[in-house]
């Protein structure tokens, strides 16, 4: 099995409780780890056996840029969904999400979803 993050890609999204959140909308830093179901990749050398960060990255970018959730629990998961939906050879997908600006009255840096989806 293989491991590959990519780390704090930001992108601009309208997620939130609240109505303004997801007409304003914010910065969202995501993670996405993927673990692969075998190790494939090291004997064949072919991007179709691993991990694409370019295309993680695109699929990240859609659902985050063009879809609007409440909450970051559903984002998270539909994130692995995707990945999990478009690539066979991936075991499970982790999904984090951080959000500064957060409707909480008090310092904080952000608030933080980690969501885990394995292949079925």
Do not use: C, W
Request: net charge negative; charged share 30%.
């Amino acid at each position: 099995m293989t491991k590959v993050r990519i780390l704090n890609m930001m992108f601009y999204g309208f997620h939130g409780v609240y109505e303004y959140e997801r007409e304003q909308g914010q910065k969202f830093y995501i993670d996405v780890e993927v673990d692969t179901k075998d190790d494939r990749v090291s004997d064949t050398d072919r991007i179709e056996d691993g991990v694409d960060p370019a295309s993680i990255y695109d699929i990240v970018k859609e659902v985050t840029e063009n879809k609007r959730f409440q909450m970051l629990e559903a984002l998270s998961a539909h994130i692995g969904d995707q990945l999990l939906a478009k690539y066979p050879h991936f075991a499970r997908v982790t999904t984090r999400i951080r959000k500064p600006s957060v409707p909480i009255s008090g310092p904080m840096d952000y608030i933080e979803v980690e969501t885990t989806r394995e292949a079925k």
